[in-house]
């Protein structure tokens, strides 16, 4: 019989964490996005290209877990836990790091262009730059603890 681990696939735990990595990626896509000019550095369409692809995969799970959890139906069946972990695990291995990559990537660039000054990057301008950074992290984090917990139910298998 699997255990039932917090924070894992199926949990309200998971549930919470799935909504807050949509939820920041899906705000360092649009902090990044409202700026028009983003394209002229490649940091910063790197971070758009990368919450793209995070946000979808984020929100798919999410619906995984919301349906799991209001519908009282853990998935139980080994080969959708695996198709799932394995999944969650390649998510990790590429998109996941790619994201954090892309995050500091973005912060960096910010703080070389704040320290500039002005003319490269005016203060409202450069402080959603950060913010998108920030988001783009904290969505990083989520989904890196959501993958651990999903990782600890393959000996369950």
Do not use: H
């Amino acid at each position: 019989m699997m255990e039932q681990v917090p924070g894992a696939l199926g949990t309200s735990a998971s549930l919470a964490l799935r909504l807050g990595q949509t939820i920041f990626s899906s705000a360092s896509l649009l902090f990044m996005c409202l700026d028009v000019e983003f394209y002229n550095y490649t940091s910063f369409s790197y971070l758009v290209t990368v919450m793209a692809l995070v946000t979808p995969w984020s929100v798919s799970l999410a619906l995984i877990d919301a349906y799991s959890v209001f519908m009282k139906c853990l998935p139980r069946q080994p080969r959708v836990l695996l198709i799932v972990i394995v999944g969650d695990w390649v998510y990790t291995k590429a998109l996941s790091f790619l994201s954090l990559a892309a995050a500091c990537s973005t912060a960096s660039v910010t703080s070389l262009l704040v320290n500039v000054g002005t003319p490269y990057c005016w203060s409202k301008l450069c402080s959603r730059y950060q913010f998108s950074a920030a988001m783009a992290f904290l969505s990083w984090f989520l989904s890196f603890a959501s993958t651990l917990f999903n990782l600890w139910l393959l000996p369950s298998l």
